[in-house]
């Protein structure tokens, strides 16, 4: 399976302790990106990637999140002290830029629960 | 107001009608545009990706730009029920996908 891949698909930790996923984008995809999705509504940008770069973080993530990418391939998330809040789907995708956007593919995503 | 907006639904069709779907954008610095299909607990597919005004056919699907009017569209054909799922846009500004909520289509037997 070439496309993007996320582990682990499902998370359920106590509140306050950290979690961690992993996402591996596809192979030669030089950007990569993290969103958040809550129930009956859209993905939300979290930060996303240029090879190893982290380019923006979202101004509403806060200082418990953190991303890292540290050789251009798979990166991982996570999220320390963990609140109820933060439980939602964690998306991963992937694309192409050689100086113009290409589309972006996503995958399954993990799913957090924090009890 | 948001950058991108899209009637949440539920849009409910029977079986073989043309399901029409929309988003409209406020900015237009937004470049490149895409439509995703998403099944409950997955994520999403991507269907269609465009990236100039027109029209763009794949399949059953046809993906329309309109950026004077800040606009795009989805059309599918022949609708059958496993075309049931959410329907995201979704749009690249400055390497950016921002997204609308996703309309949620129902089709019936």
């Known amino acids: 399976d070439t496309g993007v891949s996320q582990n682990p698909r499902h998370k359920i930790t106590k509140r306050g302790q950290n979690v961690t996923f992993r996402c591996d984008p596809i192979?030669?995809?030089?950007?990569l990106y993290w969103y958040r999705q809550t129930l009956g509504q859209g993905p939300e940008f979290l930060t996303y990637?240029?090879?190893?770069?982290?380019?923006?973080k979202s101004r509403l993530l806060s200082d418990r999140f953190s991303a890292e990418r540290p050789k251009g391939s798979f990166s991982t998330l996570e999220i320390q002290r963990t609140e109820q809040g933060d439980s939602a789907m964690y998306l991963c995708?992937?694309?192409?830029?050689?100086?113009?956007?290409?589309?972006?593919?996503f995958g399954q995503g993990t799913r957090l629960t924090v009890v | 107001q948001k950058e991108v907006e899209q009637d949440p639904g539920p849009l409910s069709v029977p079986e073989g009608a043309i399901v029409s779907l929309n988003c409209t954008y406020s900015?237009?610095?937004?470049?490149?545009f895409m439509w995703y299909r998403q099944y409950s607990r997955k994520g999403p597919e991507l269907l269609m990706y465009?990236?100039?005004?027109g029209n763009k056919e794949d399949g059953r699907f046809t993906a329309q730009v309109d950026k004077s009017s800040k606009y795009i569209s989805l059309f599918i054909r022949d609708s059958q029920p496993s075309d049931s799922a959410t329907y995201l846009c979704?749009?690249?500004?400055?390497?950016?996908?921002?997204f609308g909520a996703g309309t949620q289509v129902v089709v019936t037997p």
């Open positions: 995708a992937s694309s192409l830029n050689r100086g113009r956007d290409t589309e972006a593919f």
């Open positions: 192979s030669e995809h030089n950007r």
């Open positions: 990637f240029q090879n190893e770069a982290q380019l923006e």
């Open positions: 900015n237009s610095a937004f470049q490149y």
């Open positions: 465009t990236y100039s005004s």
């Open positions: 979704a749009m690249i500004r400055w390497g950016k996908l921002q």
